[in-house]
């Protein structure tokens, strides 16, 4: 499968407005999509939770999960580990910056802790939502 797409526009990186926004197959391979909001397509991947507030992040998730049936995000390894410390040093943009380390371990804890309590939702395999894909 292929999780690396991201189904939004975001300036400068993604034109994926016309592509599907839940797993679909291209070529054999299950495509699993990072999420995005229904209608808008807003991204919903690690620089949202850096940078919305928590509230709106978990409800743009609720609502996507509740609309899909599926939320699909990825994180990298540096933003929660005392790199951050260093971040200015390494050129990290300002912008990417926030919340930066401990406080976004604290994020991912509370964005889990939210998901547990989210009637009939489950964590699962990614290779699950890729094998429900028809290929």
Excluded: C
Aim: glycine share 6%; charged share 20%.
């Amino acid at each position: 499968y292929n999780s690396s797409l991201n189904p939004a526009f975001v300036p400068g990186r993604y034109m994926h407005l016309t592509t599907p926004r839940t797993p679909f197959a291209k070529g054999g391979l299950a495509q699993v999509p990072a999420s995005v909001t229904p209608w808008i397509r807003f991204p919903l991947f690690w620089l949202a939770l850096h940078l919305l507030p928590e509230g709106l992040y978990h409800a743009l998730v609720r609502r996507t999960l509740r609309h899909d049936g599926h939320f699909v995000t990825y994180f990298h390894p540096w933003e929660f580990s005392s790199l951050s410390e260093r971040a200015a040093e390494l050129k990290v943009p300002r912008l990417v910056r926030v919340n930066l380390g401990r406080p976004m371990v604290g994020r991912l804890e509370r964005l889990v802790a939210m998901l547990k309590r989210e009637p009939g939702a489950e964590f699962v395999a990614i290779r699950e939502l890729a094998e429900n894909v028809r290929r």
